[in-house]
């Protein structure tokens, strides 16, 4: 299994970046796949996660209105569009695949399978 994650970097206050994971050796329908994220002496938290066997989405408040998830045309890739961003949005982005389909991404818990993390660094 494996998710690989790209597409962080460094901007300034109300710039943009979209972040990639492309997964292989799951099915994906029985995951939600989407981001996690962890600041410098912070707790993961979810952001955005997308069930892909109906296309439900879940968005954490930071996230909602900027932030916005979708599946690429390659259906093993998925993508998280960042605009607007915020220093508090600063942290190392984890692509994850969530067993819990019901609510995903409320829990580091029920992460099945992590990437490794990219790193947003928004400057003010």
């Known amino acids: 299994v494996q998710l690989q994650a790209s597409g962080g970097g460094l901007v300034h206050t109300g710039g943009s970046l979209r972040l990639s994971c492309t997964i292989s050796g799951i099915r994906l329908d029985d995951y939600a796949i989407g981001w996690f994220r962890q600041a410098p002496g912070k707790e993961r938290e979810g952001v955005s996660c997308l069930r892909t066997v109906d296309g439900g989405t879940y968005y954490s408040d930071p996230a909602k209105g900027r932030f916005t998830i979708a599946r690429g045309n390659a259906n093993n890739t998925m993508y998280l569009q960042m605009n607007d961003l915020k220093p508090d949005d600063t942290a190392v982005y984890y692509c994850?695949?969530?067993?819990?389909?019901?609510?995903?991404?409320?829990?580091?818990?029920?992460?099945?399978?992590w990437g490794q993390g990219t790193q947003v660094t928004v400057s003010s």
């Open positions: 994850a695949a969530d067993l819990r389909l019901a609510e995903p991404c409320r829990g580091a818990w029920s992460v099945h399978y």
